[in-house]
């Protein structure tokens, strides 16, 4: 469970590994705001775009 600002979600995914295999996860924590408006999602929205940009 993460939560912030009163919002409580659960992040699931597989990371299932094979016996002898490797596999590699990254985990990204995006924290801003709400945003003002109609979608209050709009600001991590913006960043989560950005992801393949800042992960260099």
């Known amino acids: 469970m993460l939560t912030a600002r009163g919002y409580v979600f ?7 590994v094979a ?3 490797t ?5 990204y924590h995006i924290t801003d705001y709400p945003a003002a408006g109609g979608d209050v999602t709009a600001n991590i929205a913006g960043w989560a775009a950005k992801l393949a940009t800042l992960d260099h």
């Open 10 to 16: 659960g992040v699931w995914f597989d990371a299932s």
């Open 23 to 27: 596999r590699t996860i990254t985990w």
């Open 19 to 21: 016996a002898g295999q």
